[in-house]
């Protein structure tokens, strides 16, 4: 059954540093997103990706944050310069290929990133 | 004030007993998801409810959609200690918003 993916696992940072978290998508989806959840809080809404733009973003995806899909297979989450609270899990999901908002979003496994 | 209340936060239940969870909307919900969620790891879906009245199964989990007074409730029957986790409902307003999660422990 198609998954999507999230590589690395975990990740260590020091603050001030980038990170990259990598998503692949289930491969027929047109929609995209990304999540965090900060340990025992809830799972946070930070942007939603359809056609190569941007669609929706939380007031939490400042401009440290952005989003690409460098190919055809690849969903990108950069942080550019860590702070401690970045510290979370990161979700990344992808739903479609039907009209957007009611699909059902299938999620990644996630990527702990832990900032000291 | 929450978009997505869920109660109880917790519940422990003794195996072979049904339990509940509820959901509740402070806005129109147009679509409501169940996902479940094991400590540290992602999300799984469960199903989503779309129309009033809805209901819908998966083996012993399931669940229907008030339109009306805007909440969802998640049933699961005989309850085993592999339905232990995290249950989160989640909505799309502009956005998926999620509540804050049932943490359900089944006791042997």
């Known amino acids: 059954e198609p998954e999507v993916t999230q590589t690395p696992s975990h990740q260590v940072t020091q603050m001030g540093q980038e990170v990259i978290l990598r998503c692949v998508p289930i491969s027929n989806h047109l929609y995209f997103y990304w999540y965090r959840q900060i340990l025992g809080q809830k799972v946070e809404f930070l942007v939603s990706?359809?056609?190569?733009?941007?669609?929706?973003k939380s007031e939490i995806f400042d401009d440290q944050f952005s989003v690409e899909r460098p190919d055809g297979s690849n969903f990108t989450l950069k942080i550019r310069s860590t702070k401690l609270e970045d510290s979370a899990m990161y979700f990344c999901?992808?739903?479609?290929?039907?009209?957007?908002?009611?699909?059902?979003?299938?999620f990644g496994p996630g990527t702990r990133l832990l900032v000291l | 004030s929450q978009e997505l209340e869920q109660s109880p936060q917790s519940l422990i239940v003794q195996e072979g007993k049904n339990l509940t969870i509820n959901c509740t909307s402070s806005k129109t919900l147009y679509g409501l998801y169940w996902y479940k969620q094991k400590y540290g790891e992602g999300l799984i879906f469960l199903m989503m409810l779309q129309k009033g009245g809805e209901e819908k199964s998966h083996e012993k989990i399931s669940a229907k959609l008030d339109e009306k007074k805007q909440q969802s409730s998640l049933h699961i029957t005989a309850s085993q200690p592999s339905h232990a986790g995290i249950y989160l409902c989640g909505a799309v307003y502009n956005d998926m918003r999620f509540g804050a999660g049932t943490r359900l422990t089944v006791k042997p």
């Open positions: 990706f359809y056609n190569n733009e941007i669609s929706e």
């Open positions: 999901a992808s739903s479609g290929p039907g009209a957007g908002g009611l699909e059902t979003q299938y």
